[in-house]
């Protein structure tokens, strides 16, 4: 049997070489490493660099311009809350405000028992029916602070 | 009996998983044949969860529907009902509108190749593959279509260039970054129609010469991305897409990509930056994409809404397109409404209706009841228009000339609870989060301005023009948008609500 870390690097250079044959696999890569490890571990960048022909640097200068990607894990769920101006027109502002209060985190953090992390989002295309929130890719409208309320109680939170 | 229940994302929002399972669980127990189809929205946002029922009239509407409304509908036989609203097709806000591109949105099973079918779908397509590309850029060129993703550049110039730029290689890109606060059109159409974007990207890859595409989506839409995906596969199973696009010899490859949260990724070449794997940095233009654009070859870079707009111009001709709208403003404009207001949703239209009769008529004025105090029009680019503006047109000669601008058609409604101080600060913050780094007067200027902002709250009358002045220069030394159009709102806000703006020493005086 292979050790973890060893085990995790051929999962790795296997996730590279099922997108090898995409042009600019980049993106798709650094996607599907996230998906399975809940972010990008430490040793995937320099494998992707190397797979790509890329220096660490350019990879890791890709991967930390976008906002989705990280390199730490986050909480075991992740709820975004709606930032812009359409949610913020129907109360999103002192929603945020709640669930900080609520959670005990600010923008970014994650609650002690490690159940939630508390992200900002700019817009979830549910302008309609707002203050929207995305509980693990589950969209969620029309949210007050009971719904909140009840959405982290479920989440552990 | 048919029963549809939207599988969009906004009516999954509010609940209508729960709804199409209630629906599932009471015809089983019921033993009633019941066919349940999960369909688009009809973009009657305030109405969803809207369950339909297919009668010997038409279809009949209830809205909005929970789970625990479902027995009680069942008991009713689907007639009288609290939340009864009559033919759908009869409900004034969808009754008002001229669909073209959202023509089949919400009537039909998005994922249905048949329906798509029987409702006209790949007729436009069959009638391309007819033509010369010359005949087609032509036929779009004189619909008088021009971009919906923002700039409003007429899309048959742009596939001519393209069409006549010689490469081995050319791409057809879908901008569907819908990153704009206030659209959702974008995530409707693919969620409610995906085929019709993919109609519209094959008829622009014969119109130009393309083999391969890409649509661009965003990761905050997992939904949309789900349908699209599997959409392009039913169409590569089914030969609308491939080597072989339905027989005609011509090869088509169609794929998504998902972005990863930023929104200058919505900006074309950032887009190609982003696609090509690199980071989102907007490219200084020249060299433009249709020259040089995916891994430099020449490339038609498209708004989901422009793209999806053509198979129907193909199939019923310029002509019927170009009698819609005002001005160089042709065709339907799907306006995204949404913000305080009674009625949010999707409401498609020709050019021309006006700012008020929109807000007031169409929206049904504010959901709290208050005043109106702002409209923003165009995302978070777009400037803020108070209630004086209500009389402009919606086209893109008349917001340019009031010092807006038409962008994706977002329109977002503020009550007079609104600080337009704070929604300035906003502009400027949000700027400073998503600026792509490549040039000074957005990447630090943001930031200043949203100090600077700061300090007038705290009463230094003396930033106002310090203000103005910043803007001035992020206007004009901005590579692209993102920094050369934050002023609008920031400049609408403080012109419009000067108010808002006055310092703690004019106040105490
Ligand atoms: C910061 C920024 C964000 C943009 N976001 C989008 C977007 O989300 N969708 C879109 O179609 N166009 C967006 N655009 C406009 C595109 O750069 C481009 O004009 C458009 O995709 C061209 O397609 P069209 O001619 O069909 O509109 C954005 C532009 C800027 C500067
Ligand atoms: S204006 Fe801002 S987003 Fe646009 S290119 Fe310059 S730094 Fe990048
Ligand atoms: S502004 Fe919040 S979902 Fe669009």
Same mark, same amino acid.
């Given at each position: 049997?292979?050790?973890?870390?060893?085990?995790q +690097?051929?999962?790795?250079?296997?996730?590279?070489?099922?997108?090898?044959?995409?042009?600019?696999?980049?993106?798709?890569?650094?996607?599907?490493?996230?998906?399975?490890?809940?972010?990008?571990?430490?040793?995937a960048?320099?494998?992707?660099?190397?797979?790509?022909?890329?220096?660490?640097?350019?990879?890791?200068?890709?991967?930390?311009?976008?906002?989705?990607?990280?390199?730490?894990p986050?909480?075991?769920?992740?709820?975004?809350?709606?930032?812009a101006?359409?949610c913020?027109?129907?109360?999103?502002?002192?929603?945020a405000?709640?669930?900080?209060?609520?959670l005990?985190v600010?923008?970014?953090g994650?609650?002690?028992?490690?159940?939630?992390?508390?992200?900002?989002?700019?817009?979830?295309?549910?302008?309609?029916?707002?203050?929207a929130?995305?509980?693990?890719?589950?969209?969620?409208?029309?949210?007050?602070?009971?719904?909140?309320?009840?959405?982290?109680?479920?989440?552990?939170? | 009996?048919?029963?549809?229940?939207?599988?969009?994302?906004?009516?999954?929002?509010?609940?209508?998983?729960a709804?199409?399972?209630a629906?599932?669980?009471?015809?089983?127990?019921?033993?009633?044949?019941?066919?349940?189809?999960?369909?688009?929205?009809?973009?009657m946002?305030w109405?969803?969860?809207?369950?339909?029922v297919?009668?010997?009239?038409?279809?009949?509407?209830?809205?909005?529907?929970?789970?625990?409304?479902?027995?009680?509908?069942?008991?009713?036989?689907?007639?009288? +009902?609290?939340?009864?609203?009559?033919?759908?097709?009869?409900?004034?806000?969808?009754?008002?509108?001229?669909?073209?591109?959202?023509?089949?949105?919400?009537?039909i099973?998005?994922?249905?190749?048949?329906?798509?079918?029987?409702?006209g779908?790949?007729?436009?397509? +069959?009638?391309?593959?007819?033509?010369?590309?010359?005949?087609?850029?032509?036929?779009?060129?004189?619909?008088?279509?021009?971009?919906?993703?923002?700039?409003?550049?007429?899309?048959?110039?742009?596939?001519?260039?393209?069409?006549?730029?010689?490469?081995a290689?050319?791409?057809?890109?879908?901008?569907?970054d819908?990153?704009?606060?206030?659209?959702?059109?974008?995530?409707?159409?693919?969620?409610?129609?995906?085929?019709?974007?993919?109609?519209?990207?094959?008829?622009?890859?014969?119109?130009?010469?393309?083999?391969?595409?890409?649509?661009?989506?965003?990761?905050?839409?997992?939904?949309?991305?789900?349908?699209?995906?599997?959409?392009?596969?039913?169409?590569?199973?089914?030969?609308?897409?491939?080597?072989?696009m339905?027989?005609?010899?011509?090869?088509?490859?169609?794929?998504?990509?998902?972005?990863?949260?930023?929104?200058?990724?919505?900006?074309?070449?950032?887009?190609?930056?982003?696609?090509?794997?690199?980071?989102?940095?907007?490219?200084?233009?020249?060299?433009?994409?249709?020259?040089?654009?995916?891994f430099?070859?020449?490339?038609?870079?498209?708004?989901v809404?422009?793209?999806?707009?053509?198979?129907?111009?193909?199939?019923?001709?310029?002509a019927?397109?170009?009698? +819609?709208?005002?001005?160089?403003?042709?065709?339907?404009?799907?306006?995204?409404?949404?913000?305080?207001?009674?009625?949010?949703?999707?409401?498609?239209?020709?050019?021309?209706i006006?700012?008020?009769?929109?807000?007031?008529?169409?929206?049904?004025?504010?959901?709290?009841?208050?005043?109106?105090?702002?409209?923003?029009?165009?995302?978070?680019?777009?400037?803020?228009?108070?209630?004086?503006?209500?009389?402009?047109?919606?086209?893109?000669?008349?917001?340019?000339?009031?010092?807006?601008?038409?962008?994706?058609?977002?329109?977002?409604?503020?009550?007079?609870?609104?600080?337009?101080?704070?929604?300035?600060?906003?502009?400027?913050?949000?700027?400073?989060?998503?600026?792509?780094?490549?040039?000074?007067?957005?990447?630090?200027?943001?930031?200043?301005?949203?100090?600077?902002?700061?300090?007038?709250?705290?009463?230094?009358?003396?930033?106002?023009?310090?203000?103005?002045?910043?803007?001035?220069?992020?206007?004009?030394?901005?590579?692209?948008?993102?920094?050369?159009?934050?002023?609008?709102?920031?400049?609408?806000?403080?012109?419009?609500?000067p108010?808002?703006?006055?310092?703690?020493?004019?106040?105490?005086?």
């Open positions: 049997m292979l050790a973890p870390q060893a085990a +690097h051929s999962r790795i250079a296997e996730i590279i070489a099922e997108h090898s044959a995409l042009e600019g696999p980049m993106l798709p890569i650094l996607h599907a490493v996230q998906a399975e490890y809940g972010h990008v571990p430490a040793e960048l320099p494998m992707i660099a190397d797979a790509l022909n890329i220096s660490r640097a350019e990879a890791q200068g890709v991967m930390s311009f976008y906002h989705d990607f990280r390199d730490h986050l909480g075991r769920h992740v709820l975004k809350i709606c930032r101006e359409a913020q027109a129907r109360g999103a502002g002192a929603l405000e709640a669930a900080k209060a609520r005990g600010d923008w970014h994650t609650t002690p028992g490690g159940a939630l992390t508390l992200e900002p989002v700019f817009c979830l295309g549910l302008c309609a029916c707002a203050p929130v995305m509980l693990d890719g589950q969209v969620i409208g029309r949210v007050d602070a009971a719904r909140l309320d009840q959405i982290a109680t479920e989440a552990g939170a | 009996m048919r029963i549809f229940v939207p599988r969009d994302a906004a009516a999954k929002a509010v609940g209508a998983e709804v199409a399972a629906v599932r669980a009471e015809a089983a127990a019921r033993g009633l044949p019941v066919e349940l189809v999960r369909n688009g929205s009809r973009g946002v109405l969803e969860p809207l369950l339909e297919e009668t010997s009239e038409g279809r009949i509407a209830f809205g909005p529907v929970t789970a625990a409304d479902v027995p009680a509908l069942f008991d009713a036989g689907f007639g009288a +009902h609290p939340k009864a609203l009559g033919l759908t097709a009869e409900i004034p806000f969808l009754k008002k509108q001229t669909r073209f591109t959202f023509a089949r949105v919400g009537l099973d998005p994922l249905s190749l048949s329906e798509y079918q029987a409702q779908g790949l007729a436009g397509l +069959h009638k391309a593959i007819a033509m010369s590309p010359e005949a087609i850029v032509a036929e779009v060129a004189d619909s008088g279509l021009r971009g919906r993703g923002g700039a409003g550049f007429p899309t048959g110039i742009k596939w001519k260039t393209v069409l006549g730029a010689e490469a290689q050319k791409y057809v890109v879908c901008n569907a819908e990153g704009d606060s206030g659209t959702f059109a974008d995530r409707m159409l693919m969620e409610g129609d995906p085929f019709t974007l993919i109609e519209g990207m094959a008829i622009a890859a014969l119109a130009v010469g393309a083999t391969r595409g890409y649509i661009y989506s965003r990761s905050e839409y997992p939904d949309a991305n789900e349908v699209m995906g599997q959409a392009i596969a039913i169409a590569r199973a089914a030969g609308v897409l491939g080597p072989d339905l027989g005609s010899g011509r090869a088509f490859e169609l794929e998504l990509r998902v972005g990863a949260g930023a929104y200058v990724c919505g900006e074309e070449t950032a887009l190609l930056n982003s696609l090509e794997g690199k980071r989102g940095v907007v490219r200084a233009k020249p060299p433009i994409p249709a020259l040089q654009g995916l430099g070859q020449p490339t038609v870079v498209n708004n809404l422009s793209l999806a707009a053509v198979p129907e111009i193909l199939a019923q001709g310029a019927a397109y170009v009698a +819609h709208g005002v001005g160089r403003s042709r065709g339907t404009i799907p306006l995204q409404i949404a913000g305080n207001v009674r009625f949010g949703g999707l409401f498609e239209t020709g050019f021309g006006t700012l008020g009769e929109i807000v007031n008529d169409i929206a049904g004025g504010t959901a709290s009841g208050r005043p109106v105090k702002a409209v923003q029009v165009g995302g978070p680019l777009g400037a803020y228009h108070p209630v004086s503006d209500f009389g402009l047109p919606f086209s893109y000669e008349d917001f340019a000339g009031s010092g807006g601008l038409v962008g994706h058609a977002g329109l977002v409604v503020h009550d007079d609870s609104v600080d337009m101080l704070q929604m300035a600060r906003f502009a400027l913050e949000f700027c400073a989060i998503e600026s792509c780094g490549k040039c000074t007067p957005c990447r630090i200027g943001a930031v200043r301005g949203v100090e600077v902002v700061d300090r007038i709250a705290a009463g230094d009358a003396a930033a106002i023009p310090l203000l103005t002045d910043l803007c001035q220069t992020m206007k004009l030394g901005s590579l692209c948008a993102l920094g050369g159009f934050t002023p609008y709102p920031v400049l609408s806000a403080l012109t419009h609500f108010d808002d703006f006055a310092t703690l020493q004019e106040a105490a005086e």
